[in-house]
């Protein structure tokens, strides 16, 4: 199942329209889901009722209006709504659980996805143990390519996976893109014997070892092996130009990193020119 949520928002509807056409692609039902935080209209001895009442109408509004942008734009997708109370990032925590992937907007109204790297899409990005992706609202033109950051480290495997399948879905090419940084000392010539063509050999060693892991499983999708010696953030934002989806993976180290997102993670959040899909370990 897919979830998206919901607030009424231009970025919320971008969300919606890519959740539905994912949810299209992946045969998967899609979840709608609206939170509201009541708790700060409480804290008065009396509570008006009046506008608690108006909040749950105005949820209850988008919720219809979402369903209907659905399933206008996919109606053999099953679309099912909930409104839910409780702080927006906990409840899509919540709904996590279930989810094949969830989907939130760059920036909201308040419900969901305050800031592209707001509260709401750190706090969902850094403890959901499923796809994350964060829609921006301005229209784009489409691509047909998808882009995949990888590292040396074997946690980035998932998110590969992910980027392969989404390629396949869409009919695109999937660009695998490596960027690699000489340690400082490197810049010394006194202080280091760098050979610079071994060098380059071992990263593109990197990608194809890990591209071969999901080729075979996916014969019809064409690669682009990307490989270049640049910052990871810059080489990923400049490769998002020209993709309709880039792809990073995310893993904390130890009790309290492991619910945080990286700093490559929050680099491409902050300035894709695309919808990020931010994939955990």
């Known amino acids: 199942m897919i979830i998206v949520g919901a607030d009424g928002s231009v970025n919320s509807r971008a969300a919606l329209e890519w959740a539905a056409d994912d949810a299209f692609r992946m045969r998967e039902p899609l979840r709608i889901v609206h939170a509201v935080d009541r708790s700060p209209y409480q804290i008065r001895k009396f509570p008006d009722d009046t506008f608690m009442d108006a909040l749950q109408r105005m949820g209850q509004r988008i919720l219809r209006e979402a369903e209907e942008l659905v399933r206008e734009r996919q109606p053999t997708v099953e679309v099912t709504t909930e409104d839910i109370e409780g702080a927006p990032g906990g409840v899509l925590r919540e709904q996590a659980k279930d989810a094949t992937e969830i989907v939130v907007g760059s920036q909201g109204l308040g419900g969901f996805a305050r800031a592209l790297l707001g509260s709401i899409s750190m706090h969902v990005a850094g403890h959901a143990h499923c796809p994350v992706v964060v829609v921006r609202g301005e229209q784009r033109t489409v691509h047909q390519e998808v882009v995949a950051g990888v590292d040396d480290s074997p946690q980035c495997e998932p998110a590969l996976a992910y980027a392969f399948q989404q390629a396949k879905l869409r009919g695109s090419t999937l660009r695998v893109v490596h960027a690699w940084q000489l340690p400082v000392h490197a810049f010394a010539p006194e202080l280091s014997s760098y050979d610079m063509d071994e060098v380059r050999t071992a990263q593109h060693q990197i990608v194809r070892d890990l591209v071969k892991l999901f080729s075979e499983d996916y014969p019809e999708v064409k690669l682009v092996e990307d490989v270049h010696c640049a910052h990871p953030v810059n080489a990923l934002i400049d490769a998002s130009e020209r993709a309709d989806l880039l ?7 130890g009790s309290v990193g492991s619910m945080l997102l990286g700093s490559v993670s ?9 919808p990020v899909a931010v994939v955990r370990v």
């Open 247 to 253: 792809v990073v993976g995310s893993h904390g180290r």
């Open 266 to 274: 929050r680099g491409v959040l902050c300035h894709a020119h695309c």
